[in-house]
């Protein structure tokens, strides 16, 4: 049995709005934990974001529903690269009550178009034991998504 299973995915999503738009949804801790975390009904324990190369992103959660609720879920990461309004990479981790289960390392890509702006996300993963597994995150993360898309409209 394989302990551990790789995974690449890619999302593209167009917004219609300008990439400085975009990228400040990222870079603005409230607004990010709004979409990142809070979206879906999540239970917020902490979550802080410190937007620059060598910054640091920390989110404590819990689910509100369903096997989940209650559970405690970290994510930590480090920001690798920053273009503004072009570019974020990050490397993260995930664990559920203190077992890590995956290490991402996730990169968006902005690019100006006529009518806004074509997010193209890259998702590079390891998931361990007892992880969510590859097509459970895709779907996580094309939910996130839209949920940028939603923060992005109000």
């Given amino acids: 049995m394989q302990s551990t ?6 999302i593209e999503r167009t917004y219609p709005v300008s990439p400085e738009r ?5 870079a603005d801790p409230v607004r990010k934990r709004r979409w990142f975390v809070a979206g879906g009904g999540n239970e917020v324990g902490h979550y802080e974001l410190d937007f620059r190369v060598g910054g640091r ?21 480090t920001i690798l690269d920053i273009v503004p309004n072009r570019r974020i990479v990050a490397a993260h981790t995930m664990a559920m009550r203190e077992n890590h289960f995956s290490a991402s390392l996730v990169t968006f890509e902005l690019l100006a178009t006529e009518t806004g702006t074509d997010l193209i996300f890259t998702h590079q993963a390891a998931f361990f034991e007892g992880a969510d597994g590859p097509e459970m995150r895709q779907e996580g993360w094309r939910k996130l998504l839209e949920r940028l898309g939603a923060e992005l409209e109000s």
């Fill in 5 to 10: 299973i790789h995974n690449t995915f890619v």
């Fill in 22 to 26: 975009v990228f400040a949804a990222f």
């Fill in 57 to 77: 992103e920390v989110a404590r959660f819990s689910g509100n529903a369903g096997p989940m609720k209650g559970v405690i879920f970290t994510n930590e990461g």
